[in-house]
């Protein structure tokens, strides 16, 4: 479903990836770990296309990345970045601009679907009447999983997404994401029970 061939990239003098091969297969659930610097998160942005690599080629099925193809390609890759990048906003507000997005305007706003996800990650329905600048790191995380969850994409790119998670809500997170039926590669440092089952690649 994904392959990276032949990825070879470099910033400046320093070497990020050489000749890195990876295949993804549909439905695999992938474990991205290894050092800091070691190109983890680099990873990630190369298949969304925020990075080119200097040598090599990325397939999602079977379609190169290119400039040309990689917006189609994005729409199907759910990405949930480590640091949650939302607008300085009310939190419903802040959904439902995510949700009237032309790549999302297809998508129907469940707020039963909202609420029974609040509920299995412990976030009270009262959260959506508050600013996102009022929420702990921890919320905003579990406010941004909640919304990838929603946006339902073939695929989940998800970076370091537990890092401000207590441990009893990281084996939650991961062991919901090994129970969907989601293509999924996770970058994580974390030592979480359930991410013993993905299949785990070290850079």
Do not use: C
């Not at 925020?50 to 890759?77: M, W």
């Not at 305007?105 to 600013?131: G, W």
Request: aromatic share 8%; glycine share 4%.
């Amino acid at each position: 479903m994904i392959k990276f061939k032949n990825i070879s990239l470099q910033f400046n003098d320093k070497v990020i990836l050489e000749d890195f091969n990876l295949t993804v297969k549909k439905g695999e659930k992938v474990l991205i770990s290894g050092k800091s610097g070691k190109g983890k998160s680099t990873l990630l942005k190369l298949l969304l296309g925020f990075n080119s690599p200097n040598s090599g080629e990325i397939f999602f099925e079977d379609i190169k990345l290119t400039e040309k193809t990689i917006d189609n390609i994005r729409k199907n890759l759910g990405y949930m970045p480590q640091a949650t990048p939302f607008l300085n906003d009310n939190v419903e507000k802040i959904i439902t601009t995510i949700f009237n997005y032309k790549l999302n305007s297809k998508i129907k706003l469940d707020y039963e679907n909202i609420f029974e996800l609040f509920n299995l990650f412990s976030l009270e329905k009262n959260i959506l009447n508050k600013n996102i600048n009022e929420l702990s790191g921890g919320e905003k995380q579990r406010l941004a999983f909640i919304i990838t969850i929603l946006l339902d994409r073939e695929v989940w790119v998800l970076d370091e997404i537990t890092s401000s998670l207590d441990q009893d809500m990281k084996e939650k997170v991961t062991q919901y994401i090994l129970n969907s039926d989601k293509t999924v590669i996770l970058v994580s440092h974390d030592n979480t029970e359930s991410l013993q089952n993905f299949r785990r690649v070290i850079l």
